[in-house]
């Protein structure tokens, strides 16, 4: 996508109050989505494999095709050497671009590797194994209703309406929380990238701000943020048990980026009421201080001969269920 280009058709973009906030909404992604599609260049994909190596290919199919297996045999391993050195030119090619334009080298490098398990087949319940699309859909959908449904019951709380009143949000909250969103990530249902609101112009960051603020105020919000596409990533152990697989919601990332500025204005209230202990889910705290602290108690337990004792807890789909 031309960024310069999309900028300039998205700042065209004028905005309007609508009282359906689905409608709304809609029609903002679409004028998004037109931008980003008027805004796609054209770009000749760079060729895996040299002329040079292509020519042997086609000769070894016309000696296929003729029965002449001698020389079938021999251009076969002509290509395998050929394909092998051009992949490894590509390889090479590829870090070189990421490294002079300052881009990850990681990302580079795996871009070349598959990462991907297709799913074949899965074990029902009752053990069997099924391949059948259906029913491997199905078993998935029963495994995770039954995992995500909660019954702990969470009482409502209904805010009056002179109680609170949120303050609007202003269009420097929106900018700050876009420049800290990650670039080349999944997108969700609606297909907007974080490079698409990494490049909006004003005036789409002000209709971002009414809208917040409308969502805030009305405590409602658009319905599709309520839709996420759900990813399913092998982790290990038995790839026929849908327990050895973790999944990944992609949700919208103007979702995301609403969350972001309520997450940017609460932060500071959430940590201050954390205990010291708490080392997990926090900024400026990681794993790394509660190993300092265990290899800490080891020492002194084993310098003055006292007893300790340490548990530790492994939850089965702790980030799923907790």
């Not at 490894?88 to 990302?107: C, H, L, P, W």
């Not at 940017?264 to 010291?276: A, K, V, Y």
């Not at 201080?289 to 800490?296: C, S, V, Y």
Request: proline share 4%.
């Amino acid at each position: 996508v031309n960024w310069d280009h999309f900028a300039s058709l998205a700042s065209k973009w004028e905005d309007s109050v609508i009282d359906n906030i689905d409608e709304e909404y809609k029609r903002f992604v679409k004028h998004l989505h037109d931008s980003a599609a008027k805004a796609e260049s054209l770009q000749v994909a760079k060729r895996r494999l040299s002329s040079k190596t292509l020519e042997p290919i086609r000769q070894r199919g016309i000696a296929r095709a003729t029965g002449n297996y001698h020389q079938t045999s021999e251009l076969a391993k002509l290509c395998r050497e050929a394909i092998k050195e051009d992949l490894k030119e590509r390889r090479a090619a590829v870090m070189d671009e990421a490294a002079e334009a300052g881009k990850s080298i990681r990302k580079a490098r795996r871009s070349f590797a598959n990462y991907k398990t297709k799913m074949t087949s899965l074990r029902r319940p009752d053990g069997t194994v099924t391949a059948s699309r259906r029913a491997m859909e199905k078993n998935i959908y029963d495994f995770y209703s039954d995992l995500f449904d909660s019954h702990v019951y969470l009482p409502t709380h209904q805010l009056r309406q002179d109680e609170y009143i949120a303050p609007s949000v202003l269009p420097s909250e929106i900018r700050h929380a876009i420049t800290s969103m990650k670039n080349c990530t999944a997108n969700g249902p609606d297909r907007i990238k974080p490079e698409h609101l990494k490049s909006i112009p004003p005036v789409i960051i002000k209709t971002l701000a009414r809208l917040f603020t409308r969502y805030l105020s009305e405590c409602k919000a658009p319905t599709s943020w309520k839709t996420s596409k759900t990813v399913l990533l092998y982790k290990k152990g038995d790839p026929d048990d849908i327990g050895n697989y973790r999944p990944i919601c992609l949700l919208s990332v103007i979702y995301k980026l609403f969350t972001r500025v309520i997450l940017n204005r609460i932060g500071r209230i959430l940590d201050e009421g954390q205990p010291c202990e708490q080392a997990g889910f926090r900024r400026g705290f990681s794993t790394i201080d509660h190993i300092h602290t265990l290899t800490r108690l080891v020492e002194v337990s084993r310098e003055y001969k006292m007893p300790l004792c340490l548990t530790f807890i492994d939850l089965k789909k702790a980030f799923d269920t907790v």
